[in-house]
């Protein structure tokens, strides 16, 4: 990363910051409570001479001193500069909320529907200064930098553990309130609302955060392969459910004399990773079964390297699979977003395809060809479809039917397969011929 490039990341980590502050200021003038991590400060605040801010900054000083607590000497001497950047990040934080609240003097939303209305605005604000913050990746503010040592320090879940710390804040904001005020203010529906949308409309934002990769990255220094590093050709299939994919993959393998991976990856990955085959092919290509508790335990603040769920864990278990398996000889990889798994490899090296039909001619193979109920058919097809965009747009922060992602989108409903395999078969020879 150029120096050039890293002063933008953190010029957008410091817009995030702001837009943050702003967001918790918006929330709190809401007057239906402020978001968890907030809480104490606010209501701390409110019988005392101090501000929501500069609480902020003492409670974050605190946080700091707490991760250390639960570090080693060695952890401590090589996150050091990670520890001390809490510091001005804090300030800044701390600083922007008295700022935005001072801004915001004239917001004073009494009639119920208006309160709803501010609350929504600022946890919209939230989720996008929460989007900018992942996109700039280059630090983590005090409270969710805590969150992820603890979790480190008791061995649980990253979204475990946030839960019970902002649970943790919020009681000892309802404590505080009730000792030092007989009430209990600053903690209402206003937070829960907030615990439980910011989360959803951060993953929507996530995909649009894109516009900044261009001025973000210097073209001139993307990664290149080698010349003497030798790719073989991979093709990658991408596929709505009953548009036929699965058999084309196979069909495809066999005109090619290659490799075929799909439910094959399935036993691959549970010995990569010591997890049931059940458990691997239950969650491999789709997000939890249970969405309140995937919005609830899901970190959407931090990028898939901070912190690992047995979820996160099986994606980066199957793309390290993935990954060799690309290295090693030519295939055909069905789903599993191996088109962004092999993103970095040459462009001449692996084949993108997308394959999608109209409904009709979906739920007549999922009938004819995949012996489904036709009285839940059509039902299936909207299930699975709807897990595997989740699934993508999760992990890779990308739209999964956009043809920008893929070399070739085949409409299976107006093509054959044995057309569209062919196609794909040119287009495999024309690669391997320009490897020659």
């Known amino acids: 990363m150029s120096k050039k490039e890293l002063y933008k990341r953190y010029f957008l980590f410091l817009c995030s910051i702001f837009i943050n502050s702003f967001s918790i200021a918006v929330i709190t003038k809401a007057a239906l409570g402020t978001s ?30 707490l991760e250390m607590t639960m570090m080693s000497r060695l952890e401590i001497h090589e ?52 989007s900018i913050e992942v996109k700039a990746n280059v630090a983590m503010v ?35 309130g009730l ?61 709505e459910y009953g548009s036929g994919g699965h058999l084309l993959g196979e069909m495809l393998a066999k005109e090619l004399g290659v ?19 059940s458990f691997v092919a239950e969650n491999e290509q789709s997000m939890s079964s249970n969405y309140l508790l995937n919005i609830i335990l899901q970190d959407y603040e931090a990028p898939l390297e901070r912190s690992l769920s047995s979820a996160d864990a099986l994606f980066v278990s199957q793309s390290r699979v993935i990954r060799q398996i690309a290295r090693a000889h030519s295939c055909v990889i069905i789903g599993r977003c191996a088109d962004y798994i ?53 992990y890779t922060g990308r739209k999964w039917a956009d043809p920008h992602n893929y070399n070739l989108m085949i409409n299976t409903g107006s093509m054959s397969l044995p057309m569209a395999c062919a196609l794909i078969k040119r287009l495999y020879e024309e690669c391997q011929s320009a490897k020659a």
């Open 342 to 394: 092999l993103d970095d490899f040459p462009e001449s090296s692996v084949i993108r395809i997308f394959c999608y039909s109209d409904q009709e001619s979906a739920y007549k193979r999922c009938v004819e060809a995949y012996h489904l109920e036709p009285s839940s058919a059509r039902a299936a097809i909207s299930r699975v479809n709807r897990a595997r965009i989740a699934h993508y747009q999760h």
């Open 79 to 130: 996150k050091r500069y990670e520890l001390w950047a809490q510091v001005p990040i804090t300030l800044c934080f701390g600083s922007f909320i008295d700022v935005s609240m001072h801004v915001l003097w004239w917001l004073e939303p009494t009639a119920y529907l208006s309160q709803i209305v501010t609350l929504l605005v600022g946890c919209v604000l939230l989720a996008l200064g929460i």
């Open 259 to 277: 490799k075929y991976y799909d439910k094959e990856l399935i036993s691959m990955v549970a010995k990569e990773t010591d997890m049931p085959e």
């Open 179 to 239: 000792i030092f005020m007989s009430r209990i203010d600053g903690v209402r529906e206003g937070t829960i609302v907030a615990a439980l949308i910011v989360g959803p409309i951060t993953r929507f934002f996530r995909p649009y955060c894109r516009v900044f990769d261009r001025w973000l990255l210097d073209k001139r220094e993307a990664p290149k392969a080698k010349p003497s590093e030798k790719y073989p050709v991979v093709v990658t299939i991408a596929r």
């Open 36 to 65: 968890p991590i907030s809480s104490v400060p606010y209501v701390l605040s409110l019988f005392t001479p101090f501000t929501m801010g500069q609480y902020t900054i003492v409670m974050n000083l605190i946080f700091i001193l």
């Open 142 to 176: 005090t409270g969710e930098y805590l969150v992820q040592v603890i979790s480190r320090f008791v061995k649980r879940e990253f979204g475990f553990v946030k839960v019970v710390f902002d649970v943790t804040l919020v009681t000892i904001a309802c404590l505080l």
